[in-house]
C-alpha cells in the first residue's frame, strides 16, 4: 500500500515556474514506477510525465517535453515535476501516481497505475 500527498501547487504567470512534489508513504517507493498525470473539467485525466522505477528512464507528453522535468529521491521517497516556462494551457489538477513495481520501462496510461495522490491544482495565468 502506498499513500502519495502532492504539493507544490499554486498561481503563477505565463512564463513562470513551479516545483510539484509527489511524497510516499510506505516501503518500497524505489521499487514503483511513477507518473503525473493533469485534468481539467469535463477532460480526461492526461498523461504528463513518468519515470521508472530506477530513474533511468523518463517520458513526457509533446506539449511538456524541453519545459518540465520529471526527477525522483528514492531516499526522500518523492518524486518532482519541475515546470517551467509555463503556459495557461498548463492550468489543471496534477495528480501524482505509483504504478507498477520493478519495471525499467515508463508507465504512460492512467490504467496501469495503481495509487494515486489527492491533485494539486496548477493555475498560469495570461
Known amino acids: 500500500q502506498v499513500q502519495l500527498v502532492e504539493s507544490g501547487g499554486g498561481l503563477v504567470q505565463a512564463g513562470g515556474s513551479l516545483r510539484l512534489s509527489c511524497a510516499a508513504s510506505?516501503?518500497?517507493?524505489?521499487?514503483?514506477?511513477m507518473g503525473w498525470f493533469r485534468q481539467t473539467p469535463g477532460k480526461e485525466r492526461e498523461f504528463v510525465a513518468a519515470?521508472?522505477?530506477?530513474?533511468?528512464?523518463?517520458s513526457y507528453t509533446d506539449s511538456v517535453k524541453g519545459r518540465f522535468t520529471i526527477s525522483r529521491d528514492n531516499a526522500k521517497n518523492t518524486v518532482y515535476l519541475q515546470m517551467n516556462s509555463l503556459k495557461p494551457e498548463d492550468t489543471a489538477v496534477y495528480y501524482c501516481?505509483?504504478?507498477?513495481?520493478?519495471?525499467?520501462?515508463?508507465?504512460?496510461?492512467?490504467?496501469?497505475?495503481?495509487?494515486w495522490g489527492q491533485g494539486t491544482q496548477v493555475t498560469v495565468s495570461s
Open positions: 501516481a505509483a504504478g507498477p513495481r520493478y519495471t525499467g520501462v515508463v508507465i504512460t496510461t492512467a490504467t496501469s497505475y495503481n495509487y
Open positions: 510506505g516501503r518500497a517507493f524505489g521499487s514503483y514506477a
Open positions: 519515470i521508472s522505477w530506477g530513474g533511468s528512464s523518463t
